[in-house]
């Protein structure tokens, strides 16, 4: 994908699509938005990370870096090749994702499915999966072997297992290869058709001018089979305990901070081995996305560190990341990156000339801009064409959810800078957006269809009752795709032929 060419996207998860199973997933409905975007004249579908969830039923804070989210597994595929009875399904929630009850019907069907394979599939599906496990055998052998361990145990912690395990000593992990051998072929299983349908649906994607657009958190969950499997690439004492944990300072939002508790990297054991591990990670990224932003970029120049002992943030402070040198390694081993670099929050010059030294577009949050004057950088006469334009992220508020809850003088600023009010506000900000000089532009779902804040996706800082929301297609109808596709068509980033101009 072409970041310097002018296009325009969506923001959508996959679990926010509809469907019958009680979340959205790589089904029907996956391929069926993908037209959506298509007559709507847009180029982009962006994600949040399709990594496996954890606290909170958080996208950023997975058990690897590298799997990809079993709940994501289409179940139509599955019947369709004849591994799967025809699932009764549940009453769920068509509005929200019922995690706590999803989860479970989710994984009892996939493991139904699962013995339905090795029972009854054909040799070029065996064959097939055989391939794929040891293609992917560098990260697959340790998340299998991880979640077949903690399968049994409730999933307790790894640094709790018995010593020989959670140490990795050669012994008691081949006893448990052995022992728990269906468990681990089971989690082999539903990674491989994660990506065969993930697969499945980037290629369609494609085929109709549609890319993916991937998310990359940059920190891993202690709790994971990337920290078991190496926790000397982290600041972990001998216990296996985080010394220093990640985060960021005190500021206006917050007078402790925030302390995400996510353990920090050892670069310089990173750079000894030429960020092979990040290369990895990168490498398996574009297999599955066209482009893909990195979250919280600015910790490649500079990192927030707190003591692990300490409750809040203000104990924490500022350490020098790794730098160009990683990025040149991985640029160096895979050629060039197609990446956007999340660079909001507390900004200094050394983020910039990274971000700017690697070639990387930033973010701009049109939210953000009505606080200050004329001279704000979020302000769309101050933003660069090496920029990707946003009306909010999953974090934000949904537009009309902004207006209602913004100050009277930003209200007032944002009415005279856009000839704006309450009603065709997200529109306005679209508009805006998209009649920027920004190469991209991208816009969540909720303000493409003027939703209020009962809608958004995520309150940073507030554990549960995120991640959850999904949209009904009869939000849709055919306004939105119609009004979408002319602003698109008007401002250089999509098919013309969309004004359907008179003569």
């Known amino acids: 994908m072409n970041l310097n060419q002018r296009s325009s996207g969506v923001l959508l998860h996959i679990t926010s699509l509809p469907g019958p199973h009680g979340m959205g997933d790589f089904g029907p409905n996956a391929y069926r938005f993908v037209d959506w975007l298509q007559s709507a004249g847009q180029s982009i579908w962006q994600l949040l990370p399709t990594t496996p969830i954890g606290p909170g039923d958080s996208p950023y804070q997975g058990v690897s870096a590298f799997a990809g989210s079993p709940w994501m597994v289409a179940l139509e595929p599955l019947v369709a090749k004849g591994w799967l009875s025809a699932p009764d ?131 891993v969950a202690h709790d994971s089979a990337d920290c078991w499997s190496r926790p000397d690439l982290y600041e972990l004492d001998e216990d296996f305990q985080p010394t220093v944990v990640a985060g960021c300072p005190p500021d206006d939002l917050g007078p402790l901070g925030q302390r995400w508790g996510n353990p920090l990297y050892r670069w310089d054991r990173m750079a000894e081995e030429n960020y092979a591990w990040w290369t990895a990670r990168i490498q398996r990224a574009l297999s599955q996305a066209d482009v893909f932003r990195i979250d919280h970029f600015r910790g490649f120049a500079g990192y927030y560190e707190i003591p692990a002992d300490s409750p809040d943030a203000r104990r924490g402070e500022w350490k020098t990341g790794p730098g160009m040198p990683l990025f040149d390694a991985i640029r160096k081993a895979l050629g060039p990156l197609p990446i956007v670099a999340e660079d909001l929050g507390f900004i200094t010059d050394d983020v910039h000339a990274l971000r700017d030294g690697c070639g990387f577009p930033g973010m701009k949050i049109l939210q953000f801009a009505f606080g200050a004057e004329a001279d704000h950088e979020f302000l769309p006469h101050n933003w660069p064409r090496s920029a990707v334009a946003y009306t909010g992220t999953h974090d934000n508020d949904t537009v009309r959810g902004w207006w209602a809850q913004a100050q009277p003088r930003e209200r007032a600023f944002v009415g005279s800078y856009l000839a704006c009010g309450e009603h065709d506000i997200h529109w306005a900000m679209i508009r805006a957006c998209a009649n920027s000089v920004a190469n991209m532009a991208v816009y969540p779902l909720q303000d493409v269809l003027g939703l209020g804040s009962e809608h958004r996706m995520n309150v940073p800082g507030v554990l549960g009752g995120n991640w959850g929301w999904r949209f009904r297609w009869d939000m849709l109808g055919s306004e939105p795709a119609r009004v979408l596709g002319l602003i698109t068509a008007a401002s250089g ?8 101009l008179p003569g």
């Open 89 to 219: 399904v549940p009453a769920f929630d068509g509005a929200r994702v019922d995690y706590c009850h999803v989860t479970p019907w989710r994984e009892q069907q996939l493991r139904a499915a699962a013995q339905g394979f090795f029972a009854n599939a054909a040799d070029a599906d065996r064959i097939a999966f055989a391939a794929w496990c040891l293609g992917a055998q560098s990260w697959l052998d340790d998340y299998a072997l991880f979640m077949a361990i903690r399968s049994p145990l409730n999933g307790q912690p790894w640094w709790t297992w018995r010593d020989g395990l959670k140490r990795r000593e050669p012994a008691a992990l081949a006893e448990a290869r052995k022992t728990y051998a269906d468990e681990i072929a089971f989690w082999q299983f539903v990674q491989w058709q994660f990506d065969v349908q993930a697969g499945a649906l980037k290629a369609y994607a494609n085929k109709r001018g549609v890319h993916l657009m991937g998310d990359l958190p940059i920190f």
């Open 493 to 500: 980033r999509g098919p013309f032929e969309l004004l359907k």
